[in-house]
């Protein structure tokens, strides 16, 4: 009884964590909060502690933890940038998270009978089991919410003051939010099942076998819990290896390419490959990607010096909006975009889910980031047909979620056209899609998250529409 009440606590894990990922660009576009600086403050001025606005919308999805894990909160010597390895395969370095643990298998084996509409509702926990008493730390931050810049200075100042700052909580929804290299990063757990990771890959599969003079690619990225998690958070089972899951992806394709995202990303685990206060990544974690996948492909891809960055203060995003810790709300992140070399030869044209009532527009929907990850491609509930000013006769297709959106901006010196269609909002056949438009690449991608969770599904229904 016991053992079985604990498969489906991990299995409702596993699924409530994808459900919340897989709703990415809603999060960004509807309830994340924005906390844009009204003005700088002088040297001369000692900014005022804030808190965060009341929030009302109890419509979040609540994540729970793995039976063995405590929840009752623990301080330790904040991490720098990768915890600690021992795997390594070339260059890159893994975290410690290569065995499939219990918790993995447990959660694997009740994949085929966890996939219907109810049961991807998420298991809603009490308050005890999420959240954590709070620390020494939160009661002397000093913030600079109210600043043009992140908070680091206040941070400096109070390590000074009490010699390093040891802040490791698991807030609302399951979300552990840790001090890290002077300020505070949202983690959101990853679990999925190898089971989930199979209908991703079957489905991958079948598009290659259904479209045999295409050029079929899949990449999973990790979410930053995979780098990011302090050590002792994985030892006692927080979240589990994304490598895993992508190792087993790769050995299950056929007739597909698989594109290695995870070694492009963990090569640069010591740079702003993620955002701290948000799941995505940032936009130079999707170049790294882009970067892979062209390799892959063969298709050009300038440097990064040739793109023009864009920056923004004040970024404040849904690992804020999960976890109502104000360390984080207080702790605001500059977002930076990355506009294309050929960005003023681009045309872009958005289409309802249907491919019908077209419009003009611009990939890059704000050239100044003020919508931060909305500032490329806007949302998802449509597809986008870009076209670039390449003349090789290439044209990718891409389906993915919202982490994808922020690769396209780095694919546009690669291909002609550019289908860029968010596989939860698309009522068309994939296939016949894929060949009404010429499709001579295909790219399926999104995070581990989506690959190990619902994609797969999501991928299905675009086959079979």
């Not at 589990?240 to 594109?259: A, F, L, M, P, W």
Request: aromatic share 10%; glycine share 6%; with cysteine.
């Amino acid at each position: 009884m016991q053992i079985k009440l604990r498969k489906r606590i991990i299995a409702a894990a596993a699924l409530a964590a994808a459900a919340a990922l897989s709703s990415c660009s809603d999060i960004s576009r509807t309830t994340v909060n924005i906390h844009t600086p009204a003005a700088a403050v002088t040297d001369e001025e000692e900014p005022e502690a804030t808190e965060p606005p009341e929030d009302d919308d109890d419509g979040d999805v609540q994540l729970i933890l793995p039976e063995n894990f405590v929840t009752t909160g623990r301080t330790e010597v904040p991490q720098t940038s990768v915890t600690s390895t021992e795997r390594t395969k070339g260059t890159t370095t893994f975290p410690i998270q290569t065995s499939r643990s219990q918790t993995e298998t447990a959660a694997a084996e009740t994949t085929a009978e966890k996939t219907t509409a109810e049961e991807t509702t998420p298991v809603v926990t009490t308050a005890a089991e999420t959240t954590t008493s709070v620390t020494a730390a939160e009661t002397t931050v000093t913030t600079t919410s109210e600043t043009a810049a992140p908070a680091e200075t206040s941070q400096v100042q109070m390590t000074a003051e009490s010699g390093q700052i040891n802040y490791n909580v698991i807030g609302d929804n399951g979300i552990l939010v840790s001090y890290q290299n002077g300020h505070y990063r949202g983690l959101m757990a990853c679990f999925g099942t190898y089971g989930l990771c199979d209908k991703w890959t079957n489905a991958v599969n079948t598009f290659a076998k259904k479209l045999p003079d295409v050029n079929v690619y899949t990449m999973a990225a990790p979410i930053p819990s995979e780098f990011y998690t302090p050590q002792s958070f994985l030892n006692s089972g927080f979240t589990v290896s994304q490598y895993n899951k992508c190792e087993h992806i790769r050995e299950n394709v056929d007739g597909v390419t698989y594109v290695d995202a995870y070694s492009a990303l963990a090569a640069h685990t010591d740079e702003d490959i993620y955002l701290r206060t948000d799941h995505h990544w940032t936009p130079l974690g999707a170049y790294y990607a882009a970067q892979a996948f062209a390799e892959a492909a063969g298709a050009d891809f300038p440097s990064i010096d040739e793109y023009t960055p864009v920056s923004r203060s004040g970024y404040v995003g849904s690992m804020y909006t999960y976890s109502k810790d104000r360390h984080l709300y207080n702790d605001a992140e500059t977002f930076t975009m990355y506009l294309s070399p050929n960005a003023d030869s681009i045309s872009t044209r958005y289409y309802n889910t249907y491919f019908t009532g077209g419009y003009a527009g611009d990939l890059f929907v704000t050239r100044n980031a003020s919508a931060f990850y909305c500032s490329y491609l806007g949302s998802d509930d449509r597809i986008a047909e870009i076209t670039t000013d390449v003349k090789n006769g290439r044209t990718l297709v891409v389906f993915k979620q919202s982490y994808g959106n922020a690769l396209i901006p780095f694919l546009t010196s690669g291909f002609e056209k550019i289908y860029v269609c968010d596989m939860r909002y698309f009522d068309l056949n994939g296939v016949q899609f894929c060949k009404d438009v010429g499709a001579t690449d295909l790219l399926c991608t999104d995070c581990v998250m989506v690959a190990a969770g619902n994609g797969g599904k999501y991928l299905e229904y675009v086959l079979n529409k």
